[in-house]
């Protein structure tokens, strides 16, 4: 699928005609998947304004990725599958079975944080019962992670698969290179997910790659490329679904590179009319992925303005309950600082 580097790829026609179906999703999948798209923007609209309000000190959001990020996360196996998001990936973890409630607590820093009890950044995922593997802030850490993950796999004889996701500016970066390199000598059970905003902050890609596309790179390793429309929920989850397959199978790793774009800018720290203009982003939000999810259930007859108006409400009720529950928690005890990081005493040594 042909495009521009800054451009967005042509959108499916959308209309009457089911899509869904023949991919073997039923009604009730894709309207789960398109309530959880509105639940991810609806927990990151309210994650900015208790920023802005000064209840908590940061957030980063994934405006934009909500198609790509549910479309993904419906192909994997919540405790089967081993899961390392990267920050924006809010759509995946609420697919996967996070709740609304555990993922606030991260964003007040509260003792009671499933991801961390508070100690990381917000959207710096973990949970043990999902198989979602906590990582650092320095990008690109979680390839070769998630190769080491597979490896152990293979060796342990456990099914399933691992599924890493990373922006574009991760490609410029030595991790990817030595992930997919191993992933490919190996033929590793991993998916390389590629959510390709055009922007490594405030870098474009054009300039941070000589080749048009992140999955152009996926030969040099010996595995597939491909490259699908990151705010087609559908595409997304097509793509998804075989390189699960593939991997099942063994037949090795898979990039998949899903193009698509952050409508907001890179953090609550960010000010982007620095680096790209008010006219590119207008351009892409009349992409939005959950316009155009919202368009074709309308067109299959799943919905109708008055339930997605109920929905929309639905899922405000629920972030804005789930904030003031949150707010209100305790803190982390000062005392459990050096937790995780030393030995305490009393312990075996290795810490607890």
Not at 56 to 69: L, N, S, Y
Not at 273 to 302: N, T
Request: proline fraction near 6%; charged fraction near 25%.
């Amino acid at each position: 699928m042909k495009s521009t580097r800054n451009e967005p790829i042509e959108e499916s026609v959308a209309g009457s005609v089911d899509r869904h179906t023949p991919l073997g999703l039923t009604d009730a999948d894709v309207l789960h998947m398109y309530r959880t798209m509105l639940l991810a923007r609806a927990f990151d609209d309210r994650a900015s304004i208790l920023f802005t309000q000064g209840k908590i000190p940061f957030t980063v959001t994934g405006h934009g990725h909500e198609a790509a990020q549910v479309g993904a996360a419906k192909c994997l196996t919540p405790g089967r599958d081993w899961v390392l998001p990267y920050y924006r990936d809010i759509g995946v973890v609420l697919m996967l079975g996070m709740t609304v409630r555990e993922i606030m607590l991260a964003e007040f820093g509260k003792a009671a944080d499933p991801n961390s009890g508070g100690r990381q950044m917000p959207k710096h995922w973990g949970c043990r019962r999902l198989k979602i593997m906590s990582q650092s802030s320095p990008v690109a850490t979680q390839l070769p992670h998630a190769c080491g993950l597979a490896w152990a796999m293979r060796v342990n004889k456990e099914p399933g698969v691992v599924w890493v996701s990373f922006g574009d500016g991760v490609a410029s970066k030595g991790d990817f290179h030595e992930g997919l390199n191993f992933a490919g000598i190996h033929k590793l059970p991993v998916i390389f997910f590629c959510e390709n905003n055009y922007y490594a902050i405030s870098v474009p890609f054009s300039k941070q790659s000589p080749v048009e596309r992140v999955s152009d790179r996926a030969a040099a390793y010996g595995m597939p490329g491909v490259s699908v429309d990151g705010n087609d929920v559908f595409e997304v989850y097509q793509a998804t679904r075989e390189a699960v397959e593939r991997a099942l199978a063994g037949e090795g790793p898979t990039l998949i590179e899903a193009r698509t774009y952050r409508i907001v800018p890179h953090t609550s720290n960010d000010d982007d009319r620095r680096y790209r203009s008010r006219d590119e982003v207008e351009m892409w939000k009349q992409k939005d992925p959950i316009r155009r999810m919202a368009v074709y259930l309308k067109g299959v007859g799943l919905l109708d303005d008055e339930k997605d108006a109920r929905l929309r409400a639905e899922v405000e009720a629920e972030v804005r309950e789930a904030a003031a529950w949150a707010e209100a928690q305790p803190d982390p005890d000062p005392a459990t600082v050096g937790r995780f990081v030393y030995a305490e005493e009393g312990s075996d040594g290795v810490g607890r």
